[in-house]
């Protein structure tokens, strides 16, 4: 390769990219942990990118009916958060394959040692491993060709996403310095705000989950708000009031979780939020948290409601989107295969 084909490209522009598997109705905790802060990323102005990534979803089976369905699903979820396509690009990813594409040149460059390292895998692999699909084994690496296919340089996910981002960075490392380029960004995981790890309602120590089995673990965002009123009104508690400074918080995930609930929805600190409920018990704060919650979240399910009525705008829009999104993808695809050696000459 000539200096002059030598890609030096150190000064990547700032640039967002993040993803959401559509495995299943999105919950309150992709809500404030992702899409809240999806839409606040677009409104600073900043060069935005998201994703429904299908080929991750299909690394555990899914009815492929059901796939399609939550795919619009979590399409509706995006705009009715505040991403905006007109100012996003918003798309699925088996759309654009150059996504596939970039994994497989990803995998021969991830090793095995960091990926036996990954927790994710681990607990959703769970005891029997053996019995795992491949995909899911090699999942961190396809995330790995989302983000920097993009040469994105900002990663906004949930806490339990870091792992997957830092492996991102360590994937583009090894590619700059085994082909002596500084072709990749290292990507920034963007983990803010008090709503990181939203904790299932019915136990403060697991991680709200759209795959966990009790429905009453997690406000879902089609549900309506008499069932969102429900749910935080049965979420399991202590019998202590709350506690007026935040270190009283600190054996407590159940009273914490809905804390940071509230403070990240009514855009507020913890610390605000026990200035004002500290000495009052929950039959006085769970009303007050589940009018807050149906005022922010009824809006977001009824438009919801009102998009997943018309599946081929939603189609349009996912279309348009991955036509930018290939736009971008494309060149940096092909520019990777050049990098690794492969001829080009189509
Ligand atoms: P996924 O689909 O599990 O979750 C999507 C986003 O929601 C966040 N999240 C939460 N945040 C706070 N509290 C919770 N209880 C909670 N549950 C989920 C996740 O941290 C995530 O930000 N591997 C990713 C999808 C992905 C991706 C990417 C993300 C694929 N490629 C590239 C970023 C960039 C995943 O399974 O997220």
Known sequence: MSDTDTPINANFKPRVFSGIQPSGGLTLGNYLGALKRFAMKQDEG???IYCLVDLHAVTVWQDPEALRRQTREAAAA???SGVDPQRSILFNQSQVGAHAELAWLLNCVARLGWMNRMTQFKDKAGKNAEK??????????????DILLYHATMVPVGEDQKQHVELTRDIAAKFNHDFGVEFFPAPEPLIEGTATRVMSLRDGTKKMSKSDPSDASRINLTDDADTIAKKIRKATTDPAELPSEIDGLKDRPEARNLVNIYAALADMTPAQVLGEYGGKGFGTFKPALAELAVEKLAPI???MGRLMADPAEIDAVLGQGANKADAIARPIVERTYEIMGMVRSR
Not at 132 to 145: E, I
Request: aromatic share 14%; no cysteine; charged share 10%.
């Open 78 to 80: 995006f705009i009715a």
């Open 46 to 48: 900043i060069e935005t």
């Open 132 to 145: 795992a699909s491949l995909g899911l084994y090699a999942y961190p690496a396809l995330m790995a060709a």
């Open 301 to 303: 399910s009824t438009e």
